[in-house]
Structure formats: C-alpha cells, structure tokens
C-alpha cells in the first residue's frame, strides 16, 4: 500500500514576504494566468499534478503515485515517495513538505483469484456510512471519509490508461481510504503535514489503522445450503430464518427496516435491535467469513498491512 492522491496546501508562513506569483517556477506548465474572483491567480500543471498559485498560497493536487509511476497500479514503494517530493521540491523551489495536507487517498492493489465482482456479492453495510454501489466497485461514505472498492483494470480501461504488461487479463482489486476533511483529527493532532508523511512510523501506523477500516464493514456469510440437525425447534426456526435473509438479501433486508423506521411503522430502537440481530446472526466477524473469496482478499489485506517501509 502507499500514498495516491494528495491535496497540499503551502502557504507563505515559512517566509511572510515571500511571493509565489513573484517566484513562478520554470518548470510549471501554465494554462491559466489572470483574475479570478478579484484574485491574481496562476493555474499550471507539472505533469499529472494541478497546482493553483496565489501570492500567498499554493495548491497541489493530484496522484503522487502516477507523478512518480506514470500510473498507480505497480507497487510504489516508501523511498520512492520520498524521493518524489524532493523532485516537486526541486522542480518548484518551494518547501513543500511544509505543506498542510488537507486530502489524503491511502490505497493498495490486489491480484485475485476471481472476476473483481465477484467479491462485491459478500459486501454489506458499515456503520454510520452510506454504501453507494458504483459501475464496477463499491464504495462507503461519510461527511470526513471514504473506503471505496473498485476493478482497478475497469477503471483503466474507462480512462483509456495503459495497462502494463504484468497486470494484463488478471484480476486486480483495489481498495483505498480517502481521507477528505479534519485530516489532523483522524491523525490526533492539530494540523497533517506533508513531512508527517514522511516519517515510517506515520505510514506503518497508516497501514494498520486501512486494515482496521476494512474489518469494519461487515461481510455477508455464504448462504447456507441445508440445514443441521437439530432437536431444538427454536434453533430450526433460526436456522430456516437465515436462509430466508439470504435469499432476500442482507442489504435489501436493511433497507426495508429502514423504511419502516421512516414509515413510523416501528422505533428507532424497535430498528436498531432488527438490525443488530441480523447483521450479528447472518454475518460471521472477521477473519472467519465462511466464503472462499472473502477469506482470500481477508488474508491478503492482512499480510499487506504488516507491511514495514
């Protein structure tokens, strides 16, 4: 796993009287250079990266794993990172790992062994997020926060990008957090910078905390096939229950106590527990989800976040 898309934020408290517009560096390819909303600004790109420049402040934005890469599918390793801010450092003359980081994409790609659709079939609900389901991925939305899923290859063949030959008619499943707002909060300090980014406690610290976001959504169990012995009627009327939540589905049963909630049909409570007792009965906690396809991709995003820079 490694960094992707960054939003920077640099402004001129290293120097107050320092000026970007005063300082354009050479090497910035600019497409724009005029007033906007009563404000000089100078729009420019230095390959994939957008930067925005005002006299007091300068806007990075963009994949430092395609600005270092040229894509963001083969592995980008730590030092490869840091050797990438130095090069903006130097192409731009600014100090930009002084900059605040204000968005922050934390990803990883995954060889599988199926059709990356596949896997989707088992992915449920996590708490307090929306779950949007998208052409190709899955993905999970707060105010503050994304996790989203997606056919990496899906994804470059839309946007015409090369696949390299390595990657080619294989089965690559991605799954990224997208850290959007409050970033110091996530992080338990005041403010991210980008030199915090460069520190290897910081990323092995990131790498956990991915994995942890991952173990928070919940995975449907494979549905069952037959029903075991019993003389307990009470466990036969589960176990006949459980079939049914499968074959209506774990999301779509979620939703319909939700619209019962919003109905007045039944309390939030009355839903809460529904909702509690269902996810807990129909869905196993992880690693231990019964299908063969959840239980690989469990063991791969394992192995990669005990990954040490």
């Given at each position: 796993?490694?960094?992707?898309?960054?939003?920077?934020?640099?402004?001129?408290?290293?120097?107050?009287?320092?000026?970007?517009?005063?300082?354009?560096?050479?090497?910035?390819?600019?497409?724009?250079?005029?007033?906007?909303?009563?404000?000089?600004?100078?729009?420019?790109?230095?390959?994939?990266?957008?930067?925005?420049?005002?006299?007091?402040?300068?806007?990075?934005?963009?994949?430092?794993?395609v600005f270092c890469k040229g894509e963001n599918i083969t592995p980008m390793h730590f030092d490869e990172f840091r050797m990438s801010v130095a090069e903006l450092e130097s192409l731009t003359a600014y100090p930009v790992r002084l900059a605040r980081v204000s968005r922050l994409d934390f990803s990883g790609n995954f060889l599988v062994k199926h059709p990356v659709a596949l896997y989707f079939n088992f992915f449920c609900q996590k708490s307090r997020f929306q779950k949007i389901v998208l052409d190709g991925?899955?993905?999970?939305?707060?105010?503050?926060?994304?996790?989203?899923?997606?056919?990496?290859?899906?994804?470059?063949?839309?946007?015409?990008?090369?696949?390299?030959?390595?990657?080619?008619?294989?089965?690559?499943?991605?799954?990224?957090?997208?850290?959007?707002?409050?970033?110091?909060?996530?992080?338990?300090?005041?403010?991210?910078?980008?030199?915090?980014?460069?520190?290897?406690?910081?990323?092995?610290?990131?790498?956990?905390v991915w994995r942890t976001e991952y173990k928070s959504v919940v995975m449907e169990m494979k549905a069952p096939t037959g029903l075991t012995p019993t003389g307990s009627k009470a466990n036969l009327l589960?176990?006949?229950?459980?079939?049914?939540?499968?074959?209506?589905?774990?999301?779509?049963?979620?939703?319909?106590?939700?619209?019962?909630?919003?109905?007045?049909?039944?309390?939030?409570?009355?839903a809460y527990k529904m909702r509690k007792f269902i996810k807990t009965n129909s869905s196993e906690p992880y690693p231990n989800a019964e299908n063969e396809l959840i239980r690989e991709l469990n063991l791969k995003i394992k192995t990669a976040a005990k990954y040490e820079v």
């Open positions: 796993m490694m960094y992707d898309t960054l939003k920077l934020v640099l402004t001129n408290e290293f120097n107050p009287s320092f000026n970007f517009l005063e300082n354009l560096p050479s090497t910035i390819d600019i497409y724009f250079h005029g007033i906007e909303y009563g404000t000089p600004v100078v729009k420019a790109k230095i390959r994939n990266l957008k930067v925005n420049i005002k006299t007091s402040r300068v806007v990075i934005e963009g994949s430092f794993h991925g899955i993905r999970y939305s707060s105010e503050e926060k994304e996790l989203i899923f997606y056919d990496k290859l899906k994804e470059m063949k839309k946007k015409r990008t090369p696949i390299p030959q390595y990657f080619q008619n294989k089965n690559v499943l991605r799954f990224e957090v997208r850290y959007c707002r409050k970033l110091g909060k996530h992080f338990e300090r005041r403010e991210l910078f980008l030199a915090d980014l460069l520190e290897k406690s910081f990323i092995n610290t990131l790498c956990k589960e176990q006949l229950a459980l079939i049914q939540i499968h074959q209506i589905g774990l999301d779509n049963l979620i939703n319909e106590i939700s619209a019962w909630q919003s109905a007045g049909q039944i309390t939030k409570e009355e």
